[in-house]
């Protein structure tokens, strides 16, 4: 966990806020928010983020 990871209760608010459908994905909104969240605060390119 990194320090702008979001927690439960701001996904959660962030989701509700969104209205994001229920269909199925490939990958997890909450991971993909998280990675762009690390992007925005430290800078670095898509492709070094940290696995």
């Keep these: 966990m990194y320090s702008t990871d979001l927690t439960q209760t701001q996904w959660q608010f962030i989701k509700k806020a969104l209205d994001f459908d229920d269909r199925k994905r490939k990958y997890d909104l ?22």
């Excluded at 909450?30 to 940290?50: D, E, H, M, S």
């Design 30 to 51: 909450l991971v993909i928010w998280n990675a762009i969240l690390y992007l925005v605060k430290t800078g670095c390119q898509w492709r070094l983020l940290p696995c």
